[in-house]
């Protein structure tokens, strides 16, 4: 079945960048997302890329898919304290009642 | 702006109970999920509805039972609960859209089965 892994855990200092790698197996996948967890509450979408685009930017975020090896990164730049969250990697095909897929998700810390 | 609200957000069973947790969205969103959260384990999908009167099964669906009757609400039912279903529950819904394919998340309900 499809599969989607990313590390579970990133540290960064306050002012750096922040790049987290997810990759998945679903060569049919449509969609990919990066959906933010905060402490006691639910995710919420951050941000989405279609298969046939490479990259995509809204401010501070950058997604880079690179389709023929499955991997999908964020990078978060000049990270704040603020950004301290989990971020779950998604992905969804056209089929089969249009289900998500989740990845483990990442714990990004960030020190100030 | 409600969104998607469940019901309880925290509740403690023992062995053998039964319960029902309940998700409404007041977005007329087609699809409807339940997910469940287990550390290091991410967002695995139990069931789906993809309408009114319909149910799916996802990934880990034994021992969980749904119905969809009105399109704005999901329960999620536990015949004999569990300590392997210690857990956060996520409901979520989305358009039947093809477009974004964004899912709204509620706050999540934590259940603890002794």
């Known amino acids: 079945g499809e599969d989607v892994e990313q590390s579970l855990f990133l540290s960064v200092r306050e002012g750096d960048s922040s790049v987290i790698n997810c990759t998945y197996t679903?060569?049919?996948?449509?969609?990919l997302y990066w959906y933010k967890q905060e402490p006691g509450a639910g995710l919420q979408l951050l941000t989405y890329i279609f298969s046939n685009m490479d990259m995509k930017q809204d401010q501070r975020l950058t997604v880079l898919l690179n389709k023929k090896d499955k991997h999908l990164s964020l990078r978060i730049a000049d990270t704040q304290t603020g950004d301290s969250a989990i971020y779950f990697c998604a992905e969804r095909g056209d089929t089969g009642g249009f289900k998500t897929i989740f990845g483990a998700g990442t714990r990004l810390f960030v020190k100030a | 702006n409600a969104g998607v609200t469940q019901t309880p957000k925290f509740r403690v069973l023992k062995t053998g109970q039964s319960m029902t947790l309940l998700c409404a969205q007041d977005m007329n969103h087609e699809y409807m999920y339940w997910y469940r959260q287990d550390p290091g384990m991410g967002l695995r999908l139990i069931h789906y509805s993809v309408g009114e009167g319909t149910t799916a099964k996802g990934e880990v669906p034994d021992g969980y039972n749904v119905s969809r009757l009105k399109k704005q609400n999901f329960l999620l039912g536990l015949e004999s609960a569990a300590p392997s279903q210690t857990s956060v529950y996520f409901c979520?819904?989305?358009?039947?859209?093809?477009?974004?394919?964004?899912?709204?998340f509620g706050e999540g309900s934590r259940l603890t089965v002794l």
């Open positions: 679903d060569s049919s996948s449509t969609y």
């Open positions: 979520a819904s989305s358009y039947m859209d093809r477009y974004t394919g964004e899912l709204f």
